[in-house]
């Protein structure tokens, strides 16, 4: 059963692809920004922007597992990428991910990011309802 509820607002232009607003009840997590990673720590798809949003969403499943949660329970994504142009390619590997309602977003394109390799990081919040 989902939780989150996603308020449409007045007076403010839909989003598109993500919601302005989700809002629920349960446990706060919050997820640091991930990169394309594979387990031994080398960098995946180095050049591509999909395959490193593949690893990093993967990445991102992985880390909310952990904690028992799933995509479902994501409210918030922060993308930071090297270059805006690599959104579009970002969004597909992320509807595959979250097919549903889209959580609150933003996006920023940086300068760089902690390595050369790294063309984009997903930081990920939640939240998570505990039955007793």
């Known amino acids: 059963m989902r939780e989150l509820e996603y308020p449409q607002v007045a007076g403010v232009a839909p989003g598109n692809g993500y919601s302005h607003v989700v809002t629920g009840t349960g446990q706060w997590v919050a997820i640091s920004g991930q990169v394309a990673l594979d387990p031994a720590g080398a960098f995946v798809g180095i050049g591509d922007p999909a395959a490193q949003a593949e690893q990093v969403f993967a990445n991102l499943q992985r880390c909310l597992a ?3 949660a799933s995509f ?8 930071y990428v090297t270059d805006i142009g690599f959104l579009p390619a970002v969004r597909a590997v992320r509807d595959q991910y979250i097919p549903g309602p889209k959580p609150a977003s933003t996006a ?3 300068a760089a990011l902690f390595s050369p390799d790294a063309l984009l990081e997903i930081e990920a919040y939640a939240v998570i309802q505990r039955t007793a």
């Open 108 to 110: 920023l394109q940086v």
């Open 72 to 79: 479902e329970h994501v409210v918030k994504l922060t993308y």
């Open 66 to 68: 952990t904690v028992g």
